[in-house]
């Protein structure tokens, strides 16, 4: 199983500002192999360590998180304070024996420059098939580290009986 966070913004065709009736963000279908959890966020900046480690607690072999490249993130400084989380992250996943490697992060183009561009008047790039590699890409490495990652230890059946120690 794997958990992927994914930024709402990254990948998805531009916007004209301040809609009235706001939709559910357009995101590109990952096609996640085996089972798989997509949790879409606003900004993956807004992603804190508790969400990551509690996907691990909830059994997920592989988390990835899904982010807008630095140059093009619609919240400005959203990718690089993902990043510096998943820095901390990755040391406390080997301090406590998880292992570094379950944690992967990808970056896609952000919808930023197109937001503007559509503000503008200007037109606004599609995606096109470099995309379409890059999410193909994506996919095939996820699906690779499930196949050489390990069960996650802490996917064991938690729900059984606990035995107490006994002062005898």
Same mark, same amino acid.
């Given at each position: 199983?794997?958990?992927?966070?994914?930024?709402?913004?990254?990948?998805?065709? =531009? +916007?004209?500002?301040? !809609?009235?009736?706001?939709? +559910?963000?357009?995101?590109?279908?990952?096609?996640?192999?085996? *089972? %798989? @959890?997509?949790?879409?966020?606003?900004?993956?900046?807004?992603?804190?360590?508790?969400?990551? #480690? *509690? %996907?691990?607690? &909830? =059994?997920?072999?592989?988390?990835?998180? $899904?982010?807008?490249? !630095?140059?093009?993130?619609?919240?400005?400084?959203?990718? *690089? *304070?993902?990043?510096?989380? $998943?820095?901390? #992250?990755?040391?406390? #996943? +080997?301090?406590? =024996? #998880?292992? @570094?490697?379950?944690?992967?992060?990808?970056?896609?183009? =952000?919808?930023? &420059?197109?937001?503007? %561009?559509?503000?503008? &008047?200007?037109? %606004?790039?599609?995606?096109?098939? !470099? /995309?379409?590699?890059?999410?193909?890409?994506?996919r095939e490495q996820a699906r690779r580290a499930l196949q050489q /990652?390990?069960?996650?230890?802490?996917?064991?059946?938690?729900?059984?009986?606990? !035995? @107490?120690?006994s002062d005898e």
């Amino acid at each position: 199983m794997m958990t992927a966070f994914v930024c709402a913004n990254c990948a998805r065709p =531009g +916007k004209p500002p301040a !809609e009235a009736n706001r939709t +559910k963000p357009d995101i590109p279908d990952f096609g996640w192999p085996g *089972r %798989a @959890e997509q949790v879409l966020v606003p900004c993956t900046g807004r992603l804190q360590p508790e969400h990551v #480690l *509690r %996907a691990f607690e &909830s =059994g997920s072999t592989l988390v990835a998180i $899904v982010a807008c490249s !630095e140059d093009n993130c619609h919240y400005i400084e959203g990718s *690089r *304070r993902c990043a510096r989380r $998943v820095d901390y #992250l990755r040391l406390l #996943l +080997k301090e406590i =024996g #998880l292992g @570094e490697e379950r944690l992967r992060t990808f970056s896609l183009p =952000g919808s930023a &420059s197109e937001d503007m %561009a559509l503000a503008a &008047s200007q037109p %606004a790039a599609v995606p096109d098939a !470099e /995309l379409e590699a890059q999410i193909a890409e994506i996919r095939e490495q996820a699906r690779r580290a499930l196949q050489q /990652l390990p069960p996650n230890p802490l996917a064991g059946d938690l729900s059984g009986p606990i !035995e @107490e120690d006994s002062d005898e």
